[in-house]
């Protein structure tokens, strides 16, 4: 092999580690949140995701009595995460009427957040869910 041709494939290679470390440092960063707020929103769930990086739902409902109902798209942690929690795939599903603690996006005028706990009402059932816990340093 030539020297040019090593030197650019070492320099494609790092180039490609410096960018995966990027990457990954990017997609745990949870600056979004504001982890020293705590909102409460009453609603219904209208869809969960049970995926990787992030399990999401949506839930209609108000923080405030008498507000009108929105939507609001919330972050848990992984499915793993979850998991080992006690959450199923089956722990939260549309038409379920819950109570979700969360933490806010720091954007107060987008209506979404980390989940920290949801509580089914029907079934008086609460768990744990932490985004903190995939951040470099999380609680």
């Known amino acids: 092999m030539t020297k040019p041709v090593k030197v650019v494939g070492i320099v494609s290679a790092l ?8 990457m990954a440092a990017a997609h745990h960063a949870t600056t979004m949140f504001d982890h020293s707020k705590t909102l409460t929103i ?9 995926v990787n990086p992030h399990v999401s739902l949506w839930v209609r409902g108000t923080i405030k009595d008498g507000e009108e109902p929105a939507v609001w798209a919330l972050e848990s942690t992984s499915p793993g995460n979850l998991v080992r929690r006690g959450w199923t795939r089956a722990t939260l599903k549309p038409g379920d009427k819950v109570v979700v603690e969360m933490s806010p996006l720091r954007e107060s005028d987008k209506k979404g957040g ?26």
Do not use: C, M, Y
């Open 15 to 22: 180039g490609s580690v410096v960018v995966g470390i990027h």
């Open 42 to 50: 009453n609603g219904v769930v209208t869809e969960v995701r049970w």
């Open 114 to 139: 980390a989940v920290k706990k949801v509580t089914v009402v029907d079934t008086g059932l609460s768990f744990q869910s932490n985004v903190r816990d995939e951040a470099p340093g999380g609680e």
